[in-house]
């Protein structure tokens, strides 16, 4: 995976654009495009103590989800990336869709406060690596530049 060329499409399409809504759908679907076998990207987005589903490119979600519950739960109380190479195996995972078997999680923080994450699931086990992980928080330091 060429992060570098995925980072620099997100800058350039980001470039112009001050919307929030439109920065998340434009980068959902960049990451859908760049990324391999995944079948779920998007975001959720903080609001009074919850995740609630925000701009995303694959099937129907879950529209909340409370932070002591599942893989987003857990990034969004530890305010870390989180990998996690066989859902089946993480307490208290949201099966939203049954054929996802591997997630990784990268939270957004903007001023010092978590605005939400980036949540992106794989029909594969052991599907993220390090470099996802760099990659990811590189691309969410350019989303959350435009966020601010």
Not at 48 to 64: M, V
Not at 81 to 92: Q, R
Not at 111 to 124: E, K, M, Q, T, W
């Amino acid at each position: 995976m060429d992060y570098n060329k995925l980072n620099e499409e997100l800058r350039l399409i980001l470039s112009n654009e001050d919307e929030r809504i439109s920065t998340l759908s434009n980068a959902s679907a960049i990451l859908n495009k760049h990324l391999a076998n995944i079948n779920w990207v998007g975001f959720y987005l903080m609001k009074n103590g919850e995740l609630i589903l925000g701009p995303f490119q694959g099937k129907s979600a879950c529209t909340r989800i409370s932070l002591n519950r599942g893989v987003c739960g857990k990034c969004a109380r530890d305010i870390e990336t989180i990998v996690v190479e066989d859902v089946h195996k993480f307490p208290g995972h949201i099966a939203c869709d049954c054929a996802s078997k591997s997630e990784i999680c990268v939270p957004i923080v903007i001023d010092s406060s978590l605005y939400g994450l980036l949540d992106i699931d794989a029909p594969v086990e052991g599907r993220f690596t390090e470099a996802d992980r760099r990659g990811l928080e590189e691309a969410i330091k350019i989303i959350s530049e435009k966020l601010k």
